[in-house]
């Protein structure tokens, strides 16, 4: 039984909130932050498969102790959602949790947990696809690397968008960057 949208997203509103008053008060990083974060990724993982609700009760788990959440933790709980095809909820985490005043950045596998969740819709969401790579080279100034452009070839791939990947193989080359044939 999956919870309501519009639930998910005010607990994800509550929890991000007070995760951002938790960061306010953030001194460093030690042992005990560390070492939670691990576990919080790993809880995630785990309620991912069958519940990404679950999942989602991490964030407030680590407000209750006190430990914000790195850029590590909320790109796993994304990819829970993304991978249950729940794009919405995965946008609405990365708004959520990757604003300024959470001092958290997103990374590039962030950001290719994205492309593959839009890509794998049928048909891919190639518009939002080409806003995400937007978002991550103008905004956040994260250039794609192989990895991108492989998962974005495969997409191209499964769906037999040839036209599409030869491009892709163009931009690739004006980057400087070789597909790693995978």
């Known amino acids: 039984r999956t919870m309501p949208s519009s639930v ?54 680590m407000a209750n102790i006190g430990v914000m959440p790195d850029a590590q933790v909320v790109t796993a709980l994304i990819d829970v959602f993304a991978r249950k095809g729940n794009m919405a909820m995965s946008m609405k985490v990365f708004q959520q949790m990757f604003r300024e005043e959470n001092g958290l950045l ?11 969740g839009y890509g794998r819709m049928d048909p891919p969401d190639w518009g939002k696809i080409s806003r995400l790579l937007n978002l991550m080279e103008l905004t956040y100034e994260v250039s794609p690397s192989t990895m991108t452009y492989n998962g974005l070839l495969a997409i191209c791939a499964r769906t037999k968008d040839y036209e599409r990947a030869y491009e892709l193989i163009d931009r690739m080359d004006a980057a400087g960057l070789e597909p790693d044939h995978q």
């Not at 997103?106 to 593959?116: A, Q």
């Open 8 to 61: 998910m997203d005010s607990q994800l509103d509550a929890r991000s909130s007070s995760l951002t008053r938790l960061h306010a008060g953030e001194d460093g990083d030690d042992d005990y932050e560390r070492e939670a974060r691990k576990e919080a990724m790993r809880r995630i993982k785990i309620a991912g498969r069958s519940s990404p609700e679950e999942a989602l009760g991490v964030l407030t788990d």
């Open 106 to 116: 997103p990374d590039e596998v962030t950001f290719k947990i994205l492309v593959d």
